[in-house]
């Protein structure tokens, strides 16, 4: 194992601050840094000798053995502070501090444990729910007792059996606990979503789900909860799903309770590295994640690596770029037009794609349901596109593919495209699943 580098903003929030210097041997489970403001403790991931602090990050050269032991947090009979001490954050998103967020009353109302795996060809969050399903319940009972929720529900793709029957099996004496049945459509896991297909209620885009008296909690961040009360474990792990144009094949190869920190390439290498020439590696999901390097660290919010065939060459083609608040930016789909070797010609948002803040990202008005795209598609063909390269939900890709390809003759390509054709998945196309789906349990 390299240096492991643990950057100081990996949540939402400001910067934490160190509270290390170069020459400290640190354990597993040192407090290294503090919030500033809106934040989470940050822990060592590994034994070793703190190397350099900087105004980013702190970077560690790990010792050659690594006990599995840890310097526990401190025992309360408070839980909540419990969390706040662990340093957990959001997992499967954008790294929100889970002790703000479970500190919020939902005045009986509702956890929604996040269980959908939305990113296609991830499996690091179903592993989790097939091999520890008993903890993670408990960590959602902890949930529920720290929101003042009377109820939770998981939402889960109804593809994952295996899962599903641990989770049904793990609840059966839990009246409270239910398991609500989600399609295999993106973006499902989308907090809105979530609490759509759960609860019946569409939020508006500047919404929370605190307004429906809910909090949708990634499955591995109730998972750490659980760790944070019963071990008294800091928060230093992460699951992670190496997928791709690597050795042993392009399937998910899932890394459970790595050191978050370690780099891209340490990772890589424990699948026996890169299988030949390839296009981009990805640090995230196919959808929202963005090319990274090999130097580059994880963090508790890291998922995925990916890594994907080389980019075909469209030779200058002229592109349009339709950016949707479900995939990657502007600025991602202009890296991937150029890595494609294209021209953009015209740039234009999904129909839903909502401007809530100058500057921030945008936010869809109803995640996973789209109208039609004809005004937009043709825009970009009046500007002179031969291509359209799109960023869209399930749904929205449906809708544009039938205006743009069988209507007006233009070229689709999917942001996704190269990841899908990596991995063997089905292109982002034609939409073939229904989005409604049975919720009989009984065959789980």
């Given at each position: 194992?390299?240096?492991?580098?643990?950057?100081?903003?990996?949540?939402?929030?400001?910067?934490?601050?160190?509270?290390?210097?170069?020459?400290?041997?640190?354990?597993?489970?040192?407090?290294?840094?503090?919030?500033?403001?809106?934040?989470?403790?940050?822990?060592?991931?590994?034994?070793?000798?703190?190397?350099?602090?900087?105004?980013?990050?702190?970077?560690?050269?790990?010792?050659?053995?690594?006990?599995?032991?840890?310097?526990?947090?401190?025992?309360?009979?408070?839980?909540?502070?419990?969390?706040?001490?662990?340093?957990?954050?959001?997992?499967?998103?954008?790294?929100?501090?889970?002790?703000?967020?479970?500190?919020?009353?939902?005045?009986?109302?509702?956890?929604?444990?996040?269980?959908?795996?939305?990113?296609?060809?991830?499996?690091?969050?179903?592993?989790?729910?097939?091999?520890?399903?008993?903890?993670?319940?408990?960590?959602?009972?902890?949930?529920?007792?720290?929101?003042?929720?009377?109820?939770?529900?998981?939402?889960?793709?109804?593809?994952?059996?295996?899962?599903?029957?641990?989770?049904?099996?793990?609840?059966?004496?839990?009246?409270?606990?239910?398991?609500?049945?989600?399609?295999?459509?993106?973006?499902?896991?989308?907090?809105?979503?979530?609490?759509?297909?759960?609860?019946?209620?569409?939020?508006?885009?500047?919404?929370?789900?605190?307004?429906?008296?809910?909090?949708?909690?990634?499955?591995?961040?109730?998972?750490?909860?659980?760790?944070?009360?019963?071990?008294?474990?800091?928060?230093?792990?992460?699951?992670?799903?190496?997928?791709?144009?690597?050795?042993?094949?392009?399937?998910?190869?899932?890394?459970?309770?790595?050191?978050?920190?370690?780099?891209?390439?340490?990772?890589?290498?424990?699948?026996?590295?890169?299988?030949?020439?390839?296009?981009?590696?990805?640090?995230?999901?196919?959808?929202?994640?963005?090319?990274?390097?090999?130097?580059?660290?994880?963090?508790?919010?890291?998922?995925?690596?990916?890594?994907?065939?080389?980019?075909?060459?469209?030779?200058?083609?002229?592109?349009?770029?339709?950016?949707?608040?479900?995939?990657?930016?502007?600025?991602?789909?202009?890296?991937?037009?150029?890595?494609?070797?294209?021209?953009?010609?015209?740039?234009?948002?999904?129909?839903?794609?909502?401007?809530?803040?100058?500057?921030?990202?945008?936010?869809?008005?109803?995640?996973?349901?789209?109208?039609?795209?004809?005004?937009?598609?043709?825009?970009?063909?009046?500007?002179?596109?031969?291509?359209?390269?799109?960023?869209?939900?399930?749904?929205?890709?449906?809708?544009?593919?039938?205006?743009?390809?069988?209507?007006?003759?233009?070229?689709?390509?999917?942001?996704?495209?190269?990841?899908?054709?990596?991995?063997?998945?089905?292109?982002?196309?034609h939409l073939t699943v229904s989005k409604t789906v049975d919720q009989d349990?009984?065959?789980?």
């Open positions: 194992m390299r240096k492991i580098k643990l950057l100081l903003k990996q949540h939402v929030g400001a910067p934490c601050a160190a509270i290390v210097k170069p020459g400290d041997k640190v354990e597993k489970g040192t407090l290294i840094a503090t919030p500033t403001g809106l934040g989470a403790n940050i822990f060592s991931s590994v034994y070793g000798t703190v190397e350099e602090v900087n105004d980013q990050a702190i970077v560690i050269l790990p010792d050659d053995e690594q006990p599995d032991r840890y310097i526990p947090i401190k025992k309360s009979d408070n839980k909540l502070d419990m969390v706040k001490e662990a340093g957990i954050v959001g997992m499967g998103g954008a790294g929100f501090p889970t002790g703000v967020k479970l500190a919020a009353d939902l005045e009986g109302g509702y956890i929604l444990v996040n269980a959908a795996e939305c990113e296609p060809g991830l499996r690091h969050n179903i592993m989790q729910l097939e091999q520890q399903a008993e903890k993670t319940v408990r960590g959602v009972e902890y949930c529920m007792e720290m929101s003042n929720a009377k109820k939770a529900i998981f939402a889960i793709k109804r593809k994952n059996a295996r899962a599903i029957s641990a989770i049904k099996k793990a609840i059966a004496n839990k009246p409270d606990i239910s398991i609500h049945l989600l399609p295999d459509i993106y973006p499902m896991g989308e907090e809105r979503a979530v609490v759509r297909e759960c609860l019946g209620i569409l939020l508006g885009p500047t919404q929370l789900p605190s307004a429906a008296h809910a909090n949708v909690v990634n499955c591995e961040t109730v998972l750490r909860v659980a760790e944070a009360i019963e071990d008294q474990k800091p928060c230093i792990c992460k699951n992670i799903s190496v997928v791709g144009k690597v050795h042993g094949g392009p399937e998910a190869q899932v890394f459970m309770d790595m050191p978050v920190g370690i780099s891209v390439e340490d990772m890589l290498e424990k699948v026996g590295g890169i299988d030949g020439e390839y296009g981009e590696i990805i640090m995230g999901g196919a959808f929202t994640g963005l090319p990274t390097t090999l130097e580059a660290p994880t963090t508790k919010t890291t998922g995925a690596i990916m890594v994907t065939v080389p980019f075909l060459d469209l030779h200058g083609a002229k592109v349009g770029l339709l950016v949707c608040a479900c995939g990657g930016g502007e600025a991602r789909m202009r890296d991937i037009a150029k890595k494609y070797n294209a021209e953009v010609v015209s740039v234009t948002f999904c129909k839903q794609a909502i401007e809530v803040k100058p500057g921030a990202p945008r936010k869809c008005e109803n995640p996973g349901n789209c109208p039609g795209q004809i005004a937009k598609v043709l825009e970009m063909k009046r500007a002179g596109a031969e291509y359209l390269i799109i960023g869209n939900c399930s749904d929205c890709s449906n809708t544009v593919v039938t205006c743009g390809t069988l209507k007006m003759g233009l070229k689709i390509i999917h942001q996704t495209d190269h990841v899908m054709r990596t991995i063997h998945h089905p292109l982002y196309r349990l009984s065959e789980f």
